[in-house]
């Protein structure tokens, strides 16, 4: 089994906690605070594991470019832009549809990763990258009312046009972190993820604090007190993007979030085994199909 498999699902179900924590602050902080916390906390964490990567294992500090610099901040303002879409979307009635759009992240950024690195992507792999994201889909339409009405309007309407940009976003901002970390030599892989996702968090966090102190100092002081909830958010969140930076660094970003898609039955295992909520039919063949698709790409990727 290649490296990039296990660091992928590795940071799924980093992201999967991550993402759970992050929930539970929302009951406290807003939709800004919450995803802050994220990037905020998160850069002692980034700190540390380059630290330890240089100082106990010998790993030679790359020399940083422009490509570093321009790549990494195009690549933190669509993840911050991306998320924030994402988070609007629940503001929505008919959602679902929207979210499911939102997950269309693997095809854009096959798309985006062919047009800004040239590469390409096997027939058969986008076969499995298709089959993941209908069962991604058929789970976030599972308790639509499939009217013809209501799945007309959710296919036109301004939800489906957010999550497509959400989704869009989000490939851009992957292709854009793997261009950054791609760019640094003279270092080990580790370290080239290393060093991309410091300066990616810090960058996130900087303009994330002068935009709140403009325009949401409250908010940015509640994210402040909740810093012994949110500690866990920024460990949990630099654990993942350890691995998310370190996959995208080793293999195709599109193969990469194809398999990410694994989260999802991360998330439906633990609310039937921890929370005992009963699950329908078609969530249970939307994670067939999933985990058909996971498979497949770990034998062809």
């Keep these: 089994m290649e490296l990039w498999i296990p660091i992928t699902i590795f940071a799924a179900f980093c992201q999967n906690l991550r993402t759970a924590m992050q929930k539970h602050l929302k009951g406290r902080l807003g939709?800004?605070?919450?995803?802050?916390?994220?990037?905020?906390?998160?850069?002692?964490?980034?700190?540390?594991?380059?630290?330890?990567?240089?100082?106990?294992?010998?790993?030679?500090?790359?020399?940083?470019?422009?490509?570093?610099?321009i790549a990494g901040a195009l690549g933190g303002l669509a993840q911050i832009l991306a998320t924030f879409l994402l988070i609007y979307l629940f503001s929505f009635r008919n959602f679902a549809v929207g979210t499911a759009y939102s997950k269309t992240e693997p095809i854009q950024a096959a798309l985006f990763g062919l047009v800004v690195l040239g590469e390409h992507v096997t027939w058969t792999a986008a076969l499995c990258i298709m089959v993941g994201i209908a069962g991604v889909i058929t789970i976030s339409l599972a308790r639509v009312p499939m009217t013809i009405s209501a799945v007309r309007n959710s296919l036109v309407g301004r939800p489906a046009l957010i999550g497509l940009a959400s989704a869009a976003l989000f490939g851009a901002s992957a292709v854009a972190y793997r261009t950054a970390s791609l760019s640094l030599e003279g270092t080990t892989v580790a370290m080239q993820a290393a060093t991309a996702l410091v300066y990616a968090t810090m960058f996130q966090t900087l303009a994330m604090t002068i935009w709140m102190a403009v325009r949401e100092p409250d908010e940015l002081r509640e994210s402040l007190k909740a810093w012994r909830a949110a500690i866990w958010v920024g460990a949990l969140g630099v654990a993942g993007s350890i691995g998310w930076f370190t996959a995208m660094t080793l293999q195709n970003v599109a193969y990469v979030r194809a398999l990410a898609q694994i989260e999802l039955v991360f998330t439906f295992l633990a609310s039937w085994l921890v929370f005992k909520e009963v699950i329908a039919r078609s969530e249970i063949f939307g994670c067939v199909l999933i985990v058909a698709a996971v498979v497949g790409i770990i034998l062809v990727g």
């Design 31 to 69: 939709n800004t605070g919450a995803t802050f916390v994220r990037f905020g906390y998160g850069v002692p964490f980034a700190l540390l594991y380059a630290a330890v990567l240089y100082f106990v294992f010998d790993n030679p500090l790359p020399r940083p470019g422009a490509t570093l610099l």
